[in-house]
């Protein structure tokens, strides 16, 4: 936010903003980032989540993501401590390899929100997931030469489903697995 920025709503999370020359947007007051996990495990198979997201009306397929610095007391919260913390929250897995692949804005004409994806492998199921706090979130496993035509099966069934995946997915290829052989093909 620059100095000539109004603040015209302050919500519980977002604060809406106009600058001086009218652009209007939002930015999250509770949190400094967003992370978002591609987490594979040892038989190919991509963790994937389903949840219901009010502001589009419906469920949606999404990579496992959350906030970093979303905790009181906790608001210096790392990245990667952040990504570790949800993926297990919402998948039950833990990672022993991790690899940043990119940081990009989540809607830049909307938001200054900046989301952080890592590749996760190595993966040991810890507890059953499933978010906290009432989050309702399914956990899917799907094979990776699959993730293309089950994506499209659940928008056709009225899903919505994440472009993140399709992105993670690409950057992994290009840098090839934890083992330095090519992901896919």
Excluded at 128 to 139: C, P, Q, T, W
Excluded at 164 to 180: D, N, Q, V
Aim: charge should be negative; charged fraction near 30%; glycine fraction near 10%.
């Amino acid at each position: 936010m620059s100095e000539t920025d109004e603040t015209v709503h302050e919500g519980r999370f977002l604060s809406y903003r106009r600058t001086s020359r009218g652009w209007e947007y939002v930015s999250r007051t509770n949190a400094k980032g967003c992370v978002a996990i591609l987490a594979e495990t040892e038989d190919r198979r991509i963790l994937l989540v389903e949840q219901m997201r009010p502001p589009v009306g419906r469920r949606v397929i999404e990579l496992p993501a959350g906030l970093a610095g979303d905790i009181p007391l906790q608001e210096d919260e790392p990245l990667l401590v952040a990504a570790r913390r949800e993926l297990k929250e919402e998948t039950g897995y833990e990672a022993k390899h991790w690899i940043p692949l990119l940081e990009g804005t989540s809607s830049a004409g909307m938001t200054d929100e900046l989301v952080t994806i890592y590749y996760a492998t190595g993966l040991v199921r810890m507890t059953e997931g499933g978010g906290v706090h009432g989050e309702d979130i399914r956990l899917h496993h799907v094979h990776r030469d699959d993730v293309l035509q089950w994506c499209r099966d659940r928008e056709s069934e009225g899903m919505r489903v994440d472009f993140k995946i399709f992105a993670a997915l690409f950057l992994a290829r290009a840098i090839g697995g934890t083992t330095g052989s090519r992901l896919w093909y």
